[in-house]
């Protein structure tokens, strides 16, 4: 339970690479918020993370192993937190830029596409923010955390 299987070097490692691959994966699927997520996408997280667990831990099942990677896990987290607070630039690669997805009535599908978002799912998430008629969207904002944020027009 308190001894290491593998040096303590490996599980940072592991972690860590780990942690950054997924970052990547996971910024390049687009956003989405845990409340739109999909069943398919919840299904495919838990996947994931029982696939990696192993890739984290290797052969140590201790206690002491299982609590270090989850600190190594936590620090990138709250480290990439502080870094993309201190810097415009870094903040645009790590969390991306709000996207307009509909201006007056004109809908981008362009971005839609880019964003892996559908038209109904965009319709949707217009409905869940009292738009009813894509005509009545002065502007509709995909946020960098997946959330639609929504201006009426003011005649609507």
């Not at 009535?105 to 362009?110: A, L, Q, S, T, Y």
Request: include cysteine; hydrophobic fraction near 50%.
């Amino acid at each position: 339970m308190w001894t290491l299987a593998e040096p303590w070097w490996e599980l940072l490692l592991r972690g860590s690479l780990v942690y950054l691959v997924l970052f990547v994966l996971f910024r390049l699927s687009g956003k989405r918020q845990a409340g739109q997520m999909t069943p398919f996408d919840l299904l495919l997280l838990l996947i994931i993370s029982n696939a990696v667990q192993n890739a984290m831990v290797g052969e140590d099942t201790s206690l002491v192993g299982g609590l270090l990677v989850a600190v190594v896990l936590i620090a990138w987290n709250q480290l990439l937190g502080w870094i993309t607070s201190r810097s415009r630039r870094i903040e645009d690669m790590v969390e991306g830029r709000p996207v307009v997805l509909v201006h007056n009535g004109h809908v981008f599908e362009d971005e839609l596409r880019r964003n892996r978002m559908s038209i109904e799912e965009l319709r949707g998430a217009l409905r869940s923010e009292g738009c009813f008629d894509l005509n009545d969207a002065a502007f509709a904002i995909l946020e960098t955390n997946g959330h639609l944020s929504v201006k009426m027009r003011s005649a609507a």
